[in-house]
């Protein structure tokens, strides 16, 4: 399994580093089969699997639940799961417990934390307590009230001072990988070669340490909007369309089963039975 120290020697040595999101066992053992670094279940769960129109629903049971599944397909693999929605902005008390059970019931390796100021001082509090933190800075999608939607972050010269600081911050809170979110791809370089913790990007261009895209949205089985910045690398849900359609109309029409997915009585009893 790849560590915080392998990540930092891939930044260091220019190798980029992968991350996609997974959410259940199967997915996320051929994330693991590829050899992709590390596995994100984010809490973009509730939006691409529990069918929410964004992440604010997701409980930290949700969380848990997913993270032991993807654990089980993935024994091997660096585990990043989300914090969910206002589990650690209330106090140092709430945030140390919903962390503490994400690593010890739902096997995490590490916790991700959307936003700066106050969140990152708990992510400095959580580093000294032993806990590998994940910062995510840019677009926080559990912000998307106060943010007034889904849009890039640091275009302006103040927005993007804004960003430079917290990365800083978040070097100094000692965390682990930066996820950086929406973000011109200038701004993104900049933050990359400024702070010596891998920064992992989403629609933040092709300068940053590595990427990270939404299983989903990678293999084509999204519904609804898909953002600028994703590559579908196939057309999954077309697939599994047509697969449903055969299999209904087949059953329909009296084709499936076929005689080779039929279990017969042995000979002797097939006499006997039934009077
Ligand atoms: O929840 C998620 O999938 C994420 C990524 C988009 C970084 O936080
Ligand atoms: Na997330």
Redesign the pocket.
């Known amino acids: 399994m790849k560590t915080t120290t392998d990540f930092f020697n891939m930044k260091k040595n220019g190798d980029k580093i992968t991350m996609v999101?997974a959410y259940d066992a199967p997915s996320a053992k051929l994330a693991e089969d590829v050899g992709i670094d590390t596995i994100?279940v984010?809490?973009?769960l509730g939006m691409v699997v529990l069918g929410y129109d964004s992440?604010v629903p997701v409980t930290i049971e949700d969380m848990i639940h997913h993270t032991k599944a993807v654990k089980r397909g993935a024994q091997n693999t660096f585990i990043v799961t989300?914090m969910p929605f206002l589990t650690y902005h209330a106090s140092l008390e709430e945030t140390f417990s919903h962390a503490k059970r994400l690593i010890q019931d739902g096997n995490a390796s590490a916790v991700?934390m959307e936003g700066g100021g106050a969140v990152l001082d708990k992510a400095e509090a959580l580093v000294s307590a032993g806990v590998p933190v994940v910062a995510?800075l840019g677009l926080t999608?559990q912000s998307v009230g106060v943010l007034g939607g889904y849009r890039v972050q640091g275009k302006s010269n103040s927005e993007a001072d804004k960003l430079m600081k917290e990365a800083k911050r978040a070097e100094v809170a000692g965390v682990c990988m930066l996820?950086l979110?929406c973000v011109p791809e200038e701004l993104a370089k900049v933050i990359s070669t400024s702070i010596s913790i891998p920064v992992i990007g989403?629609g933040a261009g092709r300068e940053t340490d590595g990427q990270?895209l939404?299983f989903h949205d990678v293999i084509g089985y999204t519904q609804g909007h898909v953002p600028k910045f994703v590559k579908k690398y196939s057309d999954v849900s077309s697939i599994v369309y047509d697969s449903l359609h055969a299999f209904h109309h087949e059953v329909k029409d009296g084709v499936f089963p076929e005689e080779s997915h039929v279990f017969k009585q042995p000979e002797q009893l097939n006499n006997k039975m039934y009077g």
């Open positions: 999101t994100l984010g809490d973009s992440t989300d991700k995510h999608p996820v979110e989403i990270v939404v």
